[in-house]
């Protein structure tokens, strides 16, 4: 039979009261059946889990390029992985970095998503030798190293003679010269000789350190006979030479020089230093050679049997001797032989200078320093040259170094007395001096600080006393020189003047409510070079002036109308009493002669005419490049265009010294907007 949806609902309805009044029952005991209840307590366990930092079983590192310069001049890229237990990569794991020398540009990196991190290491520091940088990894308990070279630096040897008789006479000059991988000279660089072979020499000294030219020179002398081999070590680098020890009669060489008949010169002496005037003697130990051939490229020989400057002399007793004067002055190279062998040999310079000083010149280099701040300090090389009449060069001359105009910053010149060289060095050429100039906390002016070099002499019209040459007094003042040419040394770095730049087209901004003017501001020093790139530049605006007009016409100055200043005069926007209303003419500073307050019109409102934003707006600060240069933008709203007269002002501060510009101009418009005339009227009423 068929069951309606009413009746099958109806049956359902009956069932739900009836479960519903058994478990009513239940509850209260009324059920002849019994009922039972039963409750489940459900515990609820959270569990946390944490992830472990992540760790690295190895770390691997790399460098592109695997060596450096000695002078800072290149870096290595060094590149550090991390890999867990199971090779992969591990990112996100911190790493410490150190070097045992050399310089790294960070002491931790932490891997990437790759698991790598990258570090640069140069050179860096005083230190120039060759050497070998470990760079040490640390990540938790996991160390690795590597290794980096430092390459470049180099060593080189001379010597005045090779072959050395053995018993410790006819000494040779051996120098070395230690120069970084640009090929610099290194000064205070340690310098140690020692020698393999069957024959021995002795250095004096054995070890030391390089000048300030970057030279060592040591006297090696022969002791036993053989052959050797000396090596000099300096900046990790080494460098040969070889020598011959051989019986003193049978060993060719300058055995000794004199000067004027005196004492010998020191053994070792190079070059020997002679004047014009001076007679050199000159002594060969001719080793069974019958004759000595005497050669110089300057002077000529007591005896001159040969061409200019050559003479042959006959040996005896095992020697041969001749004398050398000269008339000009130079470095002459003194060679002897046996004409009968001529590749037994030795050889000798001789510098040969002038005695009279008559002209002085002097150089700096560089001539434009930066001031001196803390320990940084700005040094420049003044070189003197002391010549004769005739243009040569006067070795021993006594010269003075003073500063002629100083600033009072602390400038300095030292040594401030120093002799003019009378032989060569890696840095000096005769007749010249050297000092140093240390700039002070102070700027120069443009035309710079001028330092003066005289040469200071005794005798002739102040005897007795130190007295400074004039060319009046030359003739009477022997070895006296006129004051020469003062070097011109500028201390710079400081913002000498600013000087805008301005476009010639303005532009409209994006919702051509207002007009955008490129600008720039150029900062150079007080001797015109660019401010050091990053010097930060102060900006202002300023509306100084506006105008009455319409239909972009601006209206000549008259009783009531015209072009006039801003209201407020010490620029604080405040209208402070007395400034509201005042009307003074931009071009005259005269105040209008229009009325100022009558029932008809007013000049006060209450409001400074006209506010400071109408000048328009520019960045507070800006910054120069390597050129000096910054550029920005002067945005203003095209109601001020025409309308108001702006000043833009630049200030910068370089090591403490200040300079500021600033440009005054009316806002322009656009073309397009002028012609025909489509900005609004002068916001400005009288």
């Keep these: 039979m068929m ?20 478990v009513s029952m239940s509850g209260c005991g009324g059920s002849p059946a019994t009922a039972k209840t039963t409750t ?33 001049s290149t ?206 003697t000159v002594k060969v130990n001719a080793a069974g050679a019958a004759q000595v051939r005497f050669v110089s490229s300057l002077g000529t020989w007591n005896t001159q049997t040969l061409a200019p400057g050559a003479t042959i002399v006959n040996a005896a007793g095992g020697t041969a001797t001749a004398t050398l004067s000269t008339t000009q002055a130079g470095i002459a190279n003194v060679y002897v032989d046996n004409p009968a062998a001529p590749s037994t040999n030795a050889s000798l310079a001789v510098a040969m200078t002038a005695t009279t000083a008559y002209k002085i010149t002097l150089q700096a280099t560089p001539s434009l320093l930066s001031k001196s701040v803390g320990t940084t300090k700005g040094v420049s090389t003044l070189v003197a040259t002391v010549t004769d009449a005739n243009g040569m060069p006067v070795g021993d001359a006594p010269i003075s170094f003073s500063i002629v105009n100083p600033t009072g910053g602390g400038e300095t010149v030292s040594p401030a007395f120093v002799l003019s060289a009378s032989t060569t060095t890696a840095s000096l050429g005769l007749g010249q001096a050297s000092t140093s100039f240390t700039s002070g906390s102070l700027s120069s002016p443009q035309t710079g600080i001028q330092v003066r070099a005289q040469v200071l002499g005794v005798g002739g019209a102040c005897p007795g006393a130190t007295c400074v040459a004039t060319e009046a007094n030359l003739p009477a003042v022997q070895n006296v020189s006129p004051s020469g040419n003062d070097a011109s040394i500028v201390i710079g770095g400081s913002a000498g003047s600013i000087a805008f730049g301005s476009a010639t087209v303005v532009s409209e901004n994006s919702n051509k409510t207002g007009y955008i003017y490129p600008m720039s501001v150029l900062v150079a020093d007080s001797n015109g070079n660019p401010a050091p790139a990053g010097t930060v530049v102060n900006l202002s605006a300023w509306p100084i002036g506006w105008s009455t007009g319409s239909a972009c016409t601006i209206d000549a100055d008259a009783a009531t109308a015209g072009t006039f200043l801003n209201e407020d005069v010490n620029e604080n926007l405040f209208l402070d009493p007395g400034e509201d209303g005042v009307r003074k003419y931009y071009a005259t500073g005269t105040t209008t002669t229009g009325a100022i307050t009558s029932s008809a019109i007013t000049t006060k409102d209450g409001l400074i005419t006209p506010v400071n934003s109408a000048g328009g707006t520019v960045p507070g600060t800006v910054t120069t490049d390597a050129n000096g240069l910054a550029t920005f933008d002067l945005t203003y709203g095209k109601n001020s265009a ?45």
């Excluded at 010294?657 to 609004?680: H, I, T, Y």
């Design 75 to 280: 870096a290595a890229t060094v590149s550090l992985t991390a890999i867990s237990a199971s090779n992969t990569a591990v990112s996100n794991v911190a790493v410490a970095l150190s070097v045992d020398t050399g310089l790294l540009d960070k002491n931790s990196v932490t891997t990437d998503g790759t698991g790598v991190g990258t570090f640069t290491f140069r050179a860096a520091g005083s230190n120039r030798s060759n050497r070998t940088a470990t760079i040490t990894a640390t990540a938790g308990t996991v160390t690795a190293t590597y290794p980096i070279q430092i390459v470049g630096s180099t060593a080189t040897v001379t010597s005045t003679v090779n072959n050395l008789p053995d018993n410790a006479t006819l000494p040779a000059t051996l120098t070395v010269t230690a120069k970084d991988s640009a090929g610099t000279i290194v000064p205070n660089a340690s310098v140690a000789l020692t020698q393999a072979g069957t024959g021995v020499v002795t250095f004096t000294p054995a070890s030391g350190v390089t000048d300030a030219s970057g030279l060592f020179t040591s006297l090696i002398k022969g002791s036993t006979q053989g052959s050797t081999t000396v090596t000099a070590t300096t900046l990790g680098a080494t460098a040969t030479s070889s020598f011959t020890v051989t019986p003193t009669a049978a060993t060719f060489g300058i055995a000794s020089t004199t000067l004027n008949a005196g004492a010998a010169i020191a053994p070792g002496t190079a070059p020997v230093p002679m004047k014009i005037g001076d007679t050199l």
């Design 642 to 686: 025409i309308w108001t007269i702006t000043r833009i002002r630049a200030r910068t501060v370089v090591q403490g010294s200040e300079a500021m510009s600033e440009l005054k101009f009316r806002l322009g418009a656009l073309k397009a907007d002028v012609g025909p005339c489509v900005l609004p009227n002068s916001p400005y009423q009288f």
């Design 3 to 22: 069951r309606s949806i009413k009746q099958i609902t109806a049956e359902i309805l009956i069932g739900v009261i009836a479960i519903a009044a058994i």
């Design 40 to 72: 489940t307590a459900t515990t609820t366990t959270t569990t946390t889990t944490t992830v472990a930092a992540p760790t690295a079983a190895l770390l691997a590192l790399s460098a592109t390029p695997t060596t450096v310069k000695s002078d800072n």
